[in-house]
């Protein structure tokens, strides 16, 4: 019996080791003027917040694993002014005193995503500053197979795809997937001169290899329902993407799109059409996310700016499924908290939910929905430490590797079940030894 | 355009029972004392705005029946202050600057918002509608006689909703003919000059003056190439976009009756950009934004006595044309407003009409009465108007103001007196009443005991109810006015004392608290915009030093001030947690002292200035240095009518050092300030009397 209760102890003590050690979510909370940073881990919903702050609001984070399997999570200190590039902070989750290596200067500015295909990490950038000047985006690659300087071990390796201007309009990474090996950067164009009702141009979609080569690309739509496209989801081999239409006014009517990368081309084929909601009024006829769990359940933020009235921003919460979604079916709306709107939405398979990141005035939580769209649990600004920024779910960057079983053994979270029953099997061994 | 949706005029509950509490306190106190108003007592003295230089500092406590400093520029002549610069010798008041030291500059009051400070000069309100607060530093001080800041108290004579205070700028207005002129140069590329006369026209006085400054503003500090990790690529860099100029023109004439007055102000300055990472030697920078202000005013006014009421009326006239360059064309990384805002505009203008009037009453009573009307109207124009706001361009709205006070002498010898008030503004139909109440008392000619509480209510102004044009949108609805009480008591010693020598001394203290309701905050409501709501609450408390001591050559000042401002605003349920947390910009402790040693033609002073540090943020992550300044200069009369000024502003080059670190509580990297500072700086002044 004794031995029983050794090993629950045992157990309660190396559960919260790993959960300590790994976890599901890396956030920013901030009042705009601040921003703090914290994780949070397991079923449970561990909340460790104010782990590192900075003297900004609305900083980028992002994640991703190296080839060990080691998670690493990023802050970019996005400079919101021309002519200075952000800078990027790369922190080991057990360690927050400073970042691993100091910053890196060479990550591009505002990071719309990452991804690693083989050895390698990519990093979509929405733009290049240099002194008075921007530049179109770009993805920029970092070798992860230790060929960098042990100091900065994850330094640009130099191979950088620059996207041109379309037309003399910059052209602007929005989301990045990884498909079958294959790179998938979703742009968007605003020339920033006219009204954004006329300035807009086309979105694209480019296919690149490991080595950056630009294999393919393709407008999203032919008319204004494809314009400022700018999320995307990959599921069974496809991409589904949703744009606002426009200028995300009364005016706009957005869409969700499929494309297969299997497929002769890239062609997007509209699969539903925001315009076809029957209800649906003028301050929520674009899409403002999209995401897909791993069994095909998809959540859709379909919202919009009342340009009529007051520029007021609302948003409407689908629940839907792949399936459904290439069908033209949108599904069913999910209520939401009265006064708040959901600003983001990301799969987190590990715990099998939805994080939607909630907004309003005053209002800024983190909400775990089930796949019914149902809330499971509300963890709140003051538990953030502020109102939720942005936030990543780590261990699960978009990842290609070749062999599927090596693939599924990574990732922190294994690692600390790994720990767990590795220390389990010792004392169990130990008792046992004991007993004869 | 639609004005706001006026609510009545009714009282509402809370303001019903502080009316009865003041109606009931008020027939009190005058029931009691009534049969003593007819005994014959001197009433105090009569003081009136644009009245003339007090001589004796100790008649500054008589300005009002509250706490009030007066800064007098004389004192710092030739010393290149700006205006922020001479408040910030005041204690209770914080000034809180944006891009650097001779940037935007706004005044807090007892941790009050820089919305709730009124700012007059010569009896025109300086706050328009098209901004939030007054910009302290597009206000010239070198033809202004004195600086008065009243804080708890606002005298009847002011008729602005000045919840935190009133900063009352006079300019000089001598008897006697007068020519000055007076030349500067500074470090980083200042030059000053000041042209100004007075003599006799017609049957009154007149007073003109001419300034211009130009201010370069590129010093080098240390970046850290927005990289506080690495220690090998910070470098010097050289400022930029720190520049301004400044013209400004004065014109004053009064007779016993008349007077009138016309001021402009033009004030071109560069927005410096933010610093990290920018400023490297040898690197093209992108160009900062230019932010072009004319000011002015014109008024005319009469005052005259019909038996025993001295009373006046006035008219005024007052515009401001605000207007917001890129320099870099429409861009989506525009440095002002949001992207592709590259050019906007705000014209204001207000016609005003005055009336005031005082009078003793019996003996024991002298009656004070404002009356005021204004009409404002402001003109948006530029890129944000029609990118983001459907080209709504005119904006009106009016205010309707009535103050009453009546001083009391409550006891034969005149110093024991009870100074209630009432006011009621009215905003475009809405109104709304508070009430002060005062009662001081003079133990002796050395010991003087205030002590005031007062409600206090400021209405919303058209840039919090409809927005900037750019990023902050109209109210959702009629925003409700801010609401909050106030009390203080302080006490005042005039004298002379023995120490290291005779000493003429004089010393204040005063505890104040103050709580405001319904805080007009700015609060994000989309992923591009927000808004004002009605949704704080803070509650302030703290202590006021001011002291001097003046030997035959030696003089110290000091004023020193402990403030906890704290945010009350309730919890939202389930989300985030504000009640509790430090006020940001305001600094626990702050305080100055200033030794002067006169000799034979001229005098020496050394000057120390202290700002604890503060929050940046409302969640106390993040914090400003503390700053401690060294400043020392020399005066020297090189013939009766001319004086040479030189002296060093932060001889250690104290800002050299300011960072922005994280609270102790959590890791973060301490970094170059947004906006840094200019370290040590010279200056010389030739002041010239022809």
Redesign the interface.
């Known amino acids: 019996m004794r031995r029983w209760k050794l090993l629950a102890l045992i157990g309660i003590f190396v559960s919260f080791w790993s959960a300590a050690a790994s976890a599901d979510i890396f956030y920013s909370a901030t ?6 940073f914290g994780t949070i881990s397991g079923a449970s919903y561990t909340v460790r917040k ?6 900004l609001g609305y900083p980028t984070v992002a994640s991703f694993s190296d080839l060990g399997g080691k998670e690493w999570v990023v802050v970019e ?1 996005y ?7 952000s ?1 990027v ?1 790369i922190f080991d989750l057990k360690d ?4 691993a290596g ?2 890196y ?1 060479d990550w591009g500015t505002n990071i719309k995503g990452l991804a690693v295909v083989g050895d390698c990490l990519y990093i979509a950038s929405f733009e290049r500053r240099e ?2 000047e ?1 530049k179109s985006g770009e993805v920029i690659r970092v070798d992860l197979s230790g060929q960098g300087s042990p100091d900065k071990p994850f330094e640009p390796d130099g191979t950088v795809y620059k996207f041109s201007p379309l037309e003399d309009i910059l052209r602007r990474p929005a989301a990045m997937e990884v498909v079958g090996g294959k790179i998938y950067v979703l742009t968007y164009t ?1 020339d ?5 009702d006329a ?1 807009m141009g086309a979105s694209e979609l480019f296919e690149f290899d490991e080595n950056l080569e630009l294999l393919r690309s393709a407008v999203i739509g032919g008319g204004d329902s494809g314009k400022n496209t700018q999320y995307m989801a990959s599921y069974g081999g496809k991409l589904y993407l949703g744009s606002t239409g426009g200028a995300q006014g009364a005016s706009s009517i957005g869409a969700v799109w499929e494309v297969n990368p299997g497929g002769t081309d890239l062609e997007a084929t509209k699969i539903v059409d925001l315009g076809d909601i029957p209800d649906l009024d003028a301050t929520a006829r674009s899409v403002y996310g999209v995401s897909i769990a791993d069994d095909g359940t998809a959540l859709l933020i379909v919202g919009g ?1 009342d ?2 009235n ?4 609302s948003s409407r919460l689908y629940v839907a499924t792949a399936s459904a979604l290439s069908a033209g079916e949108y599904g069913e709306p999910i209520s939401i908290p009265e006064g708040t ?1 959901v ?1 983001s939405v990301k799969y987190d398979a590990k715990l099998d939910v939805f994080w939607c990141g909630m ?7 983190l909400e775990a929905r089930g796949k019914s769209g149902a809330i499971l649990k ?1 963890i ?3 538990e953030l ?3 939720i920024g942005t936030f990543a779910i780590i261990g699960e960057t978009p990842k290609y590797e070749p062999s599927v079983d090596s693939a599924s053994s990574g990732g922190g979270c294994n690692a600390g079940i790994g720990a767990f029953a590795f220390l389990l099997l010792a004392f169990s061994a130990l008792l046992k030894i004991r007993e004869k | 355009m639609t004005a706001f949706d006026g609510r009545g005029a009714e009282f509402a509950p809370r303001q019903k029972n502080r009316l009865r509490a003041f109606l009931l306190s008020f027939l009190l106190i005058a029931a009691a004392w009534g049969p003593q108003a007819r005994a014959a007592v001197e009433l105090p003295e009569e003081v009136v705005i644009d009245s003339a230089v007090h001589e004796n500092e100790e008649e500054d406590k008589y300005l009002s029946p509250g706490a009030v400093t007066v800064v007098r520029p004389a004192e710092y002549a030739g010393e290149q202050r700006t205006l922020p610069d001479l408040l910030e010798e005041v204690p209770g008041l914080r000034v809180i600057r944006l891009q650097g030291r001779n940037g935007y500059a706004v005044a807090s009051i007892r941790g009050s918002t820089s919305a709730q400070v009124a700012v007059y000069v010569d009896g025109t309100l300086m706050n328009l509608q098209s901004e939030s607060a007054v910009d302290l530093s597009s206000i010239p001080v070198d033809n202004v006689e004195r600086v008065e800041v009243y804080r708890g108290y606002i005298p009847a004579r002011f008729g602005a909703q000045a919840m935190g205070g009133v900063v009352n700028i006079v300019t000089k207005f001598p008897d006697k003919p007068k020519t000055n002129v007076s030349l500067g140069i500074g470090s980083f590329g200042r030059r000053k000059g000041n042209l100004s006369h007075s003599t006799r026209l017609g049957d009154g006085k007149f007073f003109g003056s001419f300034g211009y400054e130009t201010y370069g503003g590129d010093f080098e500090y240390w970046n850290d190439n927005g990289t506080p990790y690495i220690d090998s690529d910070g470098y010097t860099g050289e400022r930029r976009g720190n520049g301004f100029d400044n013209t400004d023109i004065l014109l004053k004439w009064e007779d016993e009756h008349w007077r009138a007055r016309a001021s402009w102000i033009r004030r071109d300055r560069e927005l410096a950009l933010t610093a990290p990472g920018m400023d490297k030697p040898g690197v093209p920078q992108a160009q900062s934004a230019l932010l072009d202000t004319s000011r002015w005013d014109v008024s005319i006014g009469r005052d005259q006595v019909s038996g025993s009421i001295h009373w006046g009326w006035g008219l005024s006239r007052t515009g401001q044309e605000k207007d917001y360059d890129s320099r870099q064309g429409n861009t989506p990384t525009s440095p002002i407003g949001g992207p592709n805002v590259s050019k906007s505009g705000y014209d204001s203008t207000r016609t005003g009409i005055s009336l005031h009037a005082n009078t003793p009453v019996g003996e024991h009573h002298f009656f004070e009465l404002l009356a005021e009307y204004s009409d404002e109207r402001l003109h948006v124009d530029g890129d944000p108007l029609y990118i983001y706001l459907g080209g709504i361009e005119d904006y009106r709205r009016t205010d309707w103001n009535f103050d009453l006070q009546d001083t009391i002498t409550l006891d034969r010898a005149g110093t024991f007196l009870f100074t209630p008030s009432i006011r009621w503004h009215s905003v475009d139909g809405e109104g709304h009443f508070t009430w002060q109440a005062a009662l001081s008392k003079e133990f002796s000619s050395n010991w003087m005991l205030k002590g005031t509480f007062g409600t206090y209510a400021r209405s919303p102004n058209l840039y919090e109810q409809y927005g900037d044009g750019a990023f902050i949108l109209p109210a959702e609805s009629a925003l409700a006015w801010e609401t909050g009480t106030q009390l203080d008591i302080g006490v005042i010693w005039n004298g002379d004392v023995k120490l290291l020598g005779d000493a003429r001394a004089s010393a204040s203290l005063s505890g104040f608290m103050r709580e405001t309701d319904d805080l007009v905050e700015f609060q994000m409501t989309s992923p591009r915009y927000g808004r004002y709501f009605n949704i704080a609450q803070s509650e302030v408390k703290g202590m006021e030093l001011q002291a001097a001591l003046d030997w035959e050559k030696w003089n110290i000042s000091l004023s020193g001030t402990w403030m906890d401002g704290i945010n009350r605003t309730p919890d939202i349920p389930g989300s985030v947690r504000y009640d509790g947390m430090k006020l940001p910009n305001r600094p626990e402790w702050s305080g100055t002292a200033r030794l002067t040693r006169k000799f034979g033609r001229g005098s020496a002073f050394v000057e120390y200035q202290y700002v604890g540090k503060n929050y940046i943020d409302s969640s106390e992550k993040y914090l400003f240095d503390a700053r401690n300044v060294f400043n020392v200069g020399v005066k020297y009369d090189v013939s009766p009518t001319a004086r040479l000024t030189v002296g060093v502003n932060d001889v250690f080059g104290d800002a050299d050092d300011w960072r922005m670190r994280p609270d102790p509580r959590f890791n973060g990297p301490t970094q170059v300030l947004w906006y840094p500072v200019e370290g040590r700086s010279y200056y010389l002044t030739l002041d010239v009397d022809l």
């Open positions: 009042d705009g003027s601040a921003s703090s104010d782990l590192y702050t900075l003297p200190n400079n919101w002014q021309d002519s200075v590039s800078t902070d927050w005193t400073k970042p100091g910053e200067t002194a008075g921007e605003y920033g001169v006219h009204t954004i300035g700016y340009s009529e007051d520029w007021s921003f709107y600003e907004s309003g005035a005053g209002y800024g939580n509300t709140t600004a003051n430490g502020n109102n």
